[in-house]
C-alpha cells in the first residue's frame, strides 16, 4: 500500500470513530439524571416561565434528532457551545487550558521516558541481577499505585516538610505581576522573557506534577523497554557488535537500544493519550489550570455545554494523536503500510 | 564586572523583600460563578465584588452595626415606605466619573432590570417599588411594602445593591473590567479557576486598603489548600478547610489558626406533605433522637457547634435567637414514635438524602452519624440516599425528599433571613415542603407582622413566636453552626484579619508585617 494510500485509510478510519464518540458523549449526556436546567438554576424557586425560557434558551426544548443535527453542526464548526458557568464559549476555555494540560502531559511524558526507559535499560543489562528485581518491583510499584496518592506523598515530601517545590498552581502569586502569558506554555513564556527566574519558579512548579504524572506511565515503558532491549541483546548483530571489541556502552545505546526503541515509541505515542485522561487526577491534586480540572469542576456545576463540548474535544484530540502517530508511525517502520 | 553582579543581585533581593510585603496571596477552594451584580449568588463572587464597590450603606467590619458608605446620611418616612438617602459629595467612580443620585439610580434600576436567572436581585427587587432622584445628591426609594431590613438589604453584603457605572446596559456577563467601582479594589486580573488579581484604587474615599496588591488563587480540594498554606506557598487559607486539617495546622507555630462567628448554619428538613413524616410525632421523634454532639465531635473534631435554633445568636435583633429544639432525649423520642404507631416490630421506615460533595467531604459521615443516631431509638430504620448535587437539586425542587439535609448562609444579617426561605409563595416545587402545613398561613402572617414593624423588640418576640411554633410543628431541625467555614489559617505576621457573623475576609484591613 502507498503512503499516501495508507494515510487517506487512516483518516477515512478516524472519521467514523470521532463520529461515534460524539454520540456517544451526546446520548450519555441526555440520559444522565437530572436536568440540567433546573440544575443551573440552582434549586431556586424560580417561575415555571424562567426554566422553559432557560430550556428554550439552551435549545433543549427541541426534538432529539434537531438537537443532535445541531450539535454535529456546531461541533464541525467549531461552536462548542457556551460555558453556562463562565459565560464565555466552550472553545475558548478549551483553548486557554489546552497548553496548560499540554505543558504538563509533555514533561510527564519526558519524566515517563527518562524513568521508563533508563531504568528499562538498566534492568535489561542487569538480567535476573539483584538490580534488576529492584528496578522492576519500582516498575510494578509505579504503575499500581494511585496516582493522586503519589501525587500527596510527593506534596507533603517535598512541598510541605522540603519546601523545595510548591505544591500546586503553575506560578507563584507573587510573579504573577511580572509574568506575561504569550503562548500559554509557561516554561516558554517565561524563557521567552528572558527572566531566568521566572523560568525557575516555572520550572519548580512544573517538577510535582510532571513526575507524578510521569512515574504512572514509567513502569510500563520501563517493562517495555526490558522486554524489548532483552530481545535484541541477544541478537546476532549485538553479539557481532561486541566480538568487535566495542565497548559496552556503546553497544547497548548504539547497537541494542535503537533496534529496540521501535516498540517504545509505539507506546510514547498511546501512553500521550492516557496522559492526557491521567492528567484528571494530576490537575486536581496539584490544582493545575488544565482542561481536566475545567472537566471536572463543570461536572459539579452541571455545566451542560462545558462537559459535552469539553469531553468531545478531548475525545477529538485524542483521536487526532493516535492519528498523527499511525502516520509518523509508518514513516518509523515501512513495514506497518503492508 | 563582579562588583556589578554582586550589586545586582542584592538589588533583586531587596526588590523581591519589598514586592513581599506589598502583596498578600491568599487561597480558597472556591470559585468565582460570574462577576456579575445581577446573576451571581455565592460567597466568593460576592466577596470579590463588595471589594470593588460599595453600597449606599455597609456594615462595620466587627460589630456589623449599620454605618454610611455611600450614603452620608438617611431618612425613613413615618410610614416605613420611603427611604431618603443623602449621597456623600463629591464621590467619583475610579475613573472620575461622578458618583451621584443619578449614578444610584441608574445602577440600582439596570440590575434590577437585568434580574440574571442565578442572581440574588429579588433581595432588592422584592421591596422596592420606584427610585426618584430628587436632586443631585438626593435619592429616594419607595417600597412596595414596609420591611424592616430593607436598610440591610442596602449595605453592601448585599450584591445587588452595589453602585457601579458604565456596565453595559443590556448584558451581565463581566469579565471584571467592564464597570468601574468605588470600592477599596479594582479586578486587575481574573481567570476562571485559577486567581483573582486585585490592586488597591487611589482614589477610594474610605481608608485606603493596607495591602496593595492581592492575589486569590483557587485550589481544586481542601487537601492542596492545606499543602499550600503549610508551604508558605500562600500567606492566608480561607474557605475551606478540613476539620482535621484546622486541627492538625492548629499545632503549627509557624501559623495562626483563627475561628470567626458563623452565621451559617446545617439543618434537616422535612416534607410535611409526604409519608411517613407528614406525621408530627414522627418529626418531633427525630428532633429527639438526631445526636448533635455526636455529629460535631466525631464528623468535625468539635470544631462545630450544636444549635437548637434557625436563627445564629448575635443577629440582629438583639433578643431573635432562641433555643427551642430540644435537646437529646431518646425516651422521648420513642414515647412519640410510639404515639405514631411505631414500634420495635413495626419500625419507621424512612430516607435520609444528602449530597456528598456540595457540603464538602464530611457529608457522607454526617449522614452515618445522624442514621445511627436516630435508629439507637430501636423503631426508625433509614435507608441512606445520595445524589450529586445537581440532581439533588432537581429532586428538591420536585418536592421529592422525605428527609434531607441542607445548608444556609444568609443573604443579609437578620434573623428573618433565616426564617423566612421555606415561606415560598408557590405551593407546587419547593413550596409543598411546608406551604400546605395547617399552621402555614400562621407562620406567613407572623413574619409579615415582624417585617412590617420598625420596632426591633416587639419584631424580636415575633421571631421568637415563629421559633416556637416550628420546634412544635418541626419542618426543619437545625443542627450545626458551621464554625469550620469561619477559620482562617494565616502564616505568623499576617495581621487585619477582622472576622465577624459576616463570615467576611476584609481584604483591606489585611496586611503582613
Not at chain 1, 84 to 90: A, L, W
Not at chain 2, 33 to 54: G, M, V
Request: glycine share 8%; net charge negative.
Amino acid at each position: 500500500m502507498g503512503l499516501f494510500k495508507y494515510i487517506l485509510q487512516r483518516i477515512l478510519l478516524t472519521i467514523p470513530m470521532v463520529l461515534i464518540l460524539l454520540s456517544v458523549v451526546f446520548l450519555v449526556l441526555r440520559l444522565m439524571p437530572g436536568d440540567p436546567v433546573l440544575a443551573m438554576l440552582g434549586g431556586r424557586n424560580v417561575s415555571p416561565e424562567l426554566i422553559e425560557q432557560k430550556r428554550h434558551e439552551m435549545g433543549l426544548d427541541k426534538p432529539l434528532l434537531t438537537q443532535y443535527v445541531e450539535y454535529l453542526g456546531g461541533i464541525f464548526r467549531g461552536d462548542f457551545g457556551k460555558s453556562s458557568r463562565t459565560g464565555r464559549p466552550v472553545l475558548y476555555e478549551l483553548f486557554h487550558r489546552l497548553p496548560a494540560t499540554l505543558e504538563l502531559a509533555i514533561w510527564g511524558m519526558f519524566f515517563a521516558s527518562l524513568f521508563g526507559i533508563t531504568t528499562g535499560i538498566l534492568a535489561a543489562t542487569r538480567a535476573d541481577h539483584p538490580v534488576d528485581h529492584s528496578v522492576r518491583v519500582f516498575h510494578i510499584g509505579s504503575f499500581a499505585l494511585p496516582i493522586f496518592w503519589v501525587g500527596l506523598m510527593l506534596q507533603v515530601i517535598f512541598g510541605v516538610k522540603l519546601g523545595w517545590f510548591p505544591v500546586a498552581g503553575r506560578l507563584g502569586g507573587r510573579y504573577l505581576f511580572t509574568f506575561e502569558r504569550i503562548t500559554g506554555f509557561y516554561l516558554l513564556d517565561a524563557a521567552l522573557q528572558g527572566d531566568g527566574k521566572l523560568v525557575l519558579e516555572v520550572a519548580k512548579h512544573l517538577v510535582l506534577p510532571a513526575v507524578t504524572l510521569g512515574l504512572a506511565q514509567a513502569g510500563l515503558l520501563g517493562r517495555i523497554t526490558r522486554a524489548s532491549m532483552l530481545e535484541v541483546l541477544d541478537a546476532d548483530y549485538v553479539t557481532t557488535a561486541r566480538s568487535k571489541g566495542l565497548a559496552e556502552r556503546l553497544v547497548v545505546l548504539k547497537h541494542a537500544l535503537r533496534n529496540a526503541l521501535i516498540p517504545i515509541v509505539t507506546v510514547l505515542g498511546l501512553q500521550f493519550a492516557i496522559l492526557m485522561g491521567g492528567a484528571v487526577l494530576t490537575e486536581t491534586v496539584f490544582s493545575w489550570p488544565g482542561i481536566a480540572g475545567f472537566l471536572v469542576r463543570s461536572l459539579d456545576a452541571r455545566d451542560w455545554f462545558a462537559l459535552q463540548g469539553t469531553i468531545a474535544f478531548i475525545g477529538i484530540f485524542i483521536a487526532t494523536i493516535n492519528l498523527v502517530v499511525d502516520i509518523l508511525y509508518s514513516f518509523i517502520d515501512p513495514r506497518v503500510r503492508y | 564586572m563582579r562588583k556589578f553582579l554582586i550589586g545586582a543581585v542584592v538589588l533583586a533581593l531587596s526588590l523581591s523583600v519589598m514586592a513581599a510585603s506589598d502583596i498578600l496571596i491568599l487561597g480558597t477552594t472556591d470559585r468565582v460563578t460570574q462577576l456579575a451584580f445581577a446573576n451571581s449568588y455565592d460567597h466568593f463572587t460576592w466577596h470579590i465584588l463588595r471589594h470593588t464597590t460599595k453600597a449606599l450603606l455597609a456594615l462595620e467590619p466587627g460589630t456589623n452595626r449599620l454605618i454610611p458608605s455611600i450614603a452620608e446620611s438617611w431618612e425613613v418616612s413615618a410610614d416605613a415606605m420611603v427611604y431618603t438617602f443623602h449621597i456623600r459629595p463629591d464621590l467619583t467612580f475610579w475613573d472620575g466619573t461622578p458618583c451621584d443620585a443619578h449614578a444610584v439610580k441608574w445602577a440600582l434600576e439596570r440590575t434590577m432590570r437585568l434580574d440574571g436567572p442565578e442572581g440574588g436581585v429579588f433581595l432588592i427587587k422584592d421591596p422596592i417599588d420606584r427610585i426618584e432622584v430628587v436632586d443631585d445628591l438626593t435619592v429616594k426609594i419607595y417600597l412596595k411594602y414596609p420591611d424592616r431590613t430593607f436598610l440591610i438589604r442596602m449595605t453592601d453584603n448585599v450584591i445587588p445593591a452595589l453602585i457601579y457605572a458604565k456596565a453595559p446596559e443590556d448584558d451581565f456577563t463581566s469579565t471584571g473590567q467592564d464597570y468601574v467601582g468605588l470600592g477599596p479594589y479594582r479586578i486587575v486580573e481574573y481567570v476562571p479557576d485559577e486567581r483573582v488579581v486585585l490592586e488597591a484604587v487611589d482614589t477610594y474615599f474610605g481608608q485606603r486598603a493596607r495591602t496593595p496588591r492581592i492575589v486569590w488563587v483557587m485550589y481544586a480540594d481542601a487537601a492542596a489548600l492545606r499543602a499550600a498554606i503549610e508551604a508558605g506557598d500562600i500567606d492566608v487559607a480561607f474557605r475551606t478547610l478540613n476539620p482535621i486539617d484546622i486541627m492538625d495546622l492548629m499545632q503549627n507555630p509557624n501559623l495562626q489558626v483563627i475561628a470567626g462567628p458563623s452565621a451559617s448554619i446545617r439543618y434537616m428538613l422535612f416534607n410535611v406533605t409526604q409519608p411517613p413524616v407528614d406525621n408530627v410525632f414522627v418529626r418531633q421523634a427525630i428532633a429527639y433522637a438526631v445526636d448533635r454532639n455526636a455529629i460535631c465531635q466525631r464528623v468535625f473534631s468539635g470544631l462545630n457547634t450544636p444549635i437548637y435554633t434557625m436563627v445564629p445568636a448575635g443577629l440582629p435583633p438583639a433578643g431573635a435567637s432562641i433555643d427551642v429544639f430540644p435537646e437529646r432525649d431518646l425516651e422521648e423520642a420513642r414515647r412519640l414514635l410510639r404515639l405514631a404507631c411505631y414500634s420495635e416490630e413495626n419500625p419507621l421506615r424512612v430516607n435520609l438524602w444528602y449530597s456528598p460533595k456540595h457540603y464538602g467531604t464530611t457529608e457522607a459521615d454526617v449522614a452515618a452519624v445522624l442514621k445511627e443516631s436516630i435508629e439507637e431509638t430501636g423503631m426508625v430504620e433509614i435507608t441512606i440516599q445520595s445524589l450529586e448535587w445537581g440532581a439533588y437539586v432537581e429532586r428538591m425542587s420536585q418536592g421529592g425528599f422525605d428527609m434531607f439535609l441542607l445548608g444556609w448562609y444568609p443573604d443579609y444579617l437578620e434573623a428573618s433571613n433565616f426564617l423566612d426561605p421555606w415561606l415560598t409563595g408557590a405551593p407546587e416545587g419547593l413550596g409543598t415542603y411546608f406551604n400546605h402545613h395547617p399552621n402555614y398561613p400562621a407562620y406567613k402572617r407572623i413574619m409579615e407582622m415582624a417585617l412590617s414593624t420598625p420596632d426591633d423588640e416587639r419584631a424580636a418576640k415575633l421571631y421568637q413566636a415563629f421559633q416556637i411554633l416550628s420546634a412544635y410543628d418541626v419542618p426543619w431541625i437545625p443542627l450545626w453552626a458551621n464554625i469550620q467555614q469561619a477559620y482562617v489559617v494565616a502564616q505568623q505576621g499576617v495581621g487585619g484579619l477582622v472576622l465577624d457573623l459576616s463570615m467576611e475576609l476584609h481584604l483591606d484591613l489585611l496586611y503582613k508585617e
